[in-house]
């Protein structure tokens, strides 16, 4: 079947099951991905504009995109000619099958990249070892916010105990352990973090500091450290992954911040990780910040700053560009007002 003939039955809300080479399958959904691209885009009149024609352009591209199907045996195995070997990927990403299925090619390339990411892990610096993220779980692939974590200074000069909020694939809670916080209680809600978060602390011998533990945002107690890196973003995910980028309405920063200054101890701190992003996309107001963290009885005692290192923050070709260029990381030093 040629590009253009494919292209035209997935604009119409056709589904294509390949049945051929697993490789001419690639190229074909490349052609696809090429012609979506092709498509030109109206000049957007605000960065609030450019964000959500982004947003919008992105949801289409994968809904197109996602058209192109294979089928899986029950197994996990792909009965192409050429097709890789993806059955260990597809079981980390998807657990046993009751029987035969239907995938995307897309989303079988991300399985299978999320399988090798799992396998080689991503080097951190503050660890001087490797994080190894899990299908669904967020890479720390954005290392400054890391690094924050890494040089700000500790109340009290070494805490007994520390909470790491929303901990993902635990890489904060570790770096606090390699600190020398002697205990740490990791916390989050997805049962593919809590498994990710678990598997990182054992590979780094970390384990007998660290608890990891189901909750959604704070465990039980007040802690002289609570940390949370949450979503930067207030929008609405179109994927599970996206949980750790988009925030709908924010409900998991002001959540923290409202629940803050009933789990610190006395003298304690609070350290949020975010980003600027929003407020230079129009998605949060300038100060609004600021008032969600007194309006929760909270005072800003200190802050650090980074800028980010990531490829798009110089490609003047991303939409959002102006946006990336003048974005801040700050890791926000809080305690109890008054």
């Avoid at 904060?172 to 600190?179: E, G, K, M, S």
Wanted: glycine letters at 8%; charged letters at 20%; aromatic letters at 6%.
């Amino acid at each position: 079947m040629p590009a253009d003939v494919a292209y035209r039955l997935i604009c119409a809300g056709t589904h294509l099951l390949w049945r051929g080479d697993f490789h001419n399958a690639r190229q074909l959904l490349q052609a696809l991905g090429r012609r979506i691209d092709k498509k030109p885009r109206k000049a957007a009149d605000s960065l609030l504009d450019a964000f959500n024609r982004h947003r919008q352009a992105q949801s289409q591209r994968a809904r197109l995109l996602g058209s192109l199907l294979l089928a899986i045996d029950a197994d996990h195995g792909i009965a192409l000619r050429r097709a890789p070997d993806a059955r260990q990927a597809c079981l980390e990403a998807y657990g046993p099958a009751s029987g035969p299925y239907l995938v995307s090619l897309r989303e079988l390339q991300g399985v299978i990249g999320a399988h090798e990411w799992r396998k080689k892990g991503v080097p951190i610096a503050a660890l001087d070892g490797r994080i190894h993220p899990h299908y669904g779980v967020f890479s720390p692939v954005r290392g400054e916010y890391i690094e924050l974590v890494a040089r700000a200074p500790l109340p009290g000069g070494q805490p007994a105990l520390a909470y790491d909020i929303g901990t993902g694939t635990g890489v904060l809670a570790a770096v606090l352990a390699r600190r020398g916080v002697p205990h740490v209680v990791a916390t989050d809600q997805d049962p593919r973090a809590l498994a990710c978060a678990r598997e990182n602390l054992a590979r780094l011998d970390l384990q007998a500091q660290v608890d990891v533990v189901q909750a959604d945002l704070f465990p039980d107690g007040r802690a002289p450290l609570v940390v949370c890196n949450p979503p930067w973003l207030p929008a609405r995910p179109s994927a599970p992954v996206e949980y750790a980028i988009y925030d709908p309405d924010s409900r998991m920063l002001r959540g923290f911040l409202q629940g803050l200054a009933s789990h610190l101890a006395p003298q304690g701190e609070g350290w949020l990780i975010m980003s600027d992003l929003a407020e230079h996309l129009g998605l949060r107001a300038p100060d609004e910040l600021s008032a969600w963290i007194s309006g929760a009885g909270l005072r800003v005692i200190g802050r650090l700053d980074a800028r980010p290192l990531h490829p798009r923050v110089s490609d003047a070709g991303d939409p959002l560009h102006a946006a990336r260029a003048a974005e801040i990381t700050t890791l926000w030093r809080l305690a109890a007002a008054g």
